[in-house]
């Protein structure tokens, strides 16, 4: 069975720069979450999908953030305009039935803004 | 507010002696409770996990017991390996199907 597929896996930027991250879950998981790791830290639901449909994004900064799962399978992740305070392992996961709890990790993104 | 706190870390022991890691949480209700660890280059994974009070999860050697008394869930290995060398995430859920909360995670390297 392929696993969460994230890319890229690493992107410098600097601040006030866009960048978009992209998601591919596992075939048939309707559930995709979004985590934010930031470094000493454990990761941070950004933003639950439900097939194409948002469950949980109450932790999203929406001044900046934005996600997209538009056809209910790839997800992609924006941030525009990027802070340093950004900088963090961008996670994506999926379940088969929204729990969070069996959901399969990606390796992640790691996002560095200067 | 739902919180997890893990012991400082990181922790570095020698091959086959026996690992503890802290884990205490704050949470309104009976939350759930898990272990995760992130092998290097690899994505998170479940590693062990408890339902209720005194409920003991365990699996590859590793052991949490869920004590509601201390709200604590301490991760443990009798015999620790090379291959255990990881970052370990503590984390609850209030409810099945409500996001996780997660520790800071300690980083455990084992010599040889």
């Known amino acids: 069975e392929a696993g969460v597929a994230q890319s890229p896996r690493y992107k410098i930027i600097e601040k006030r720069q866009s960048v978009a991250f992209w998601c591919n879950p596992i075939s048939g998981h309707a559930t995709l979450y979004w985590y934010q790791q930031i470094l000493g830290q454990g990761p941070k639901l950004l933003i639950q999908?439900?097939?194409?449909?948002?469950?949980?994004d109450s932790q999203l900064p929406k001044d900046r953030f934005s996600a997209e799962r538009l056809k209910g399978v790839d997800s992609t992740l924006k941030i525009q305009p990027a802070k340093l305070e950004d900088s963090a392992v961008y996670l994506c996961?999926?379940?088969?039935?929204?729990?969070?709890?069996?959901?399969?990790f990606g390796q992640g993104t790691r996002l560095t803004v200067v | 507010g739902n919180s997890v706190t893990q012991m400082e870390g990181p922790v570095t022991l020698s091959e086959e002696a026996f690992l503890t890691i802290n884990c205490t949480y704050t949470?309104?209700?009976?939350?759930?409770l898990f272990w995760y660890v992130q092998y290097p280059g690899e994505g998170l994974q479940l590693l062990l996990k408890?339902?209720?009070?005194?409920d003991k999860g365990s699996n590859k050697g590793f052991e949490a017991t869920y004590r509601k008394e201390t709200t604590s869930f301490h991760l443990e290995k009798g015999s620790v390996q090379v291959s255990d060398s990881a970052v370990y995430f503590c984390?609850?859920?209030?409810?099945?199907?409500?996001?996780?909360?997660f520790g800071e995670g300690t980083q455990l390297t084992v010599n040889p």
């Open positions: 408890a339902t209720k009070a005194d």
């Open positions: 984390a609850l859920s209030v409810t099945s199907g409500s996001r996780l909360t």
């Open positions: 996961a999926s379940s088969y039935r929204g729990r969070p709890q069996v959901a399969f």
């Open positions: 999908f439900q097939n194409n449909g948002v469950v949980d």
């Open positions: 949470a309104t209700g009976y939350p759930s």
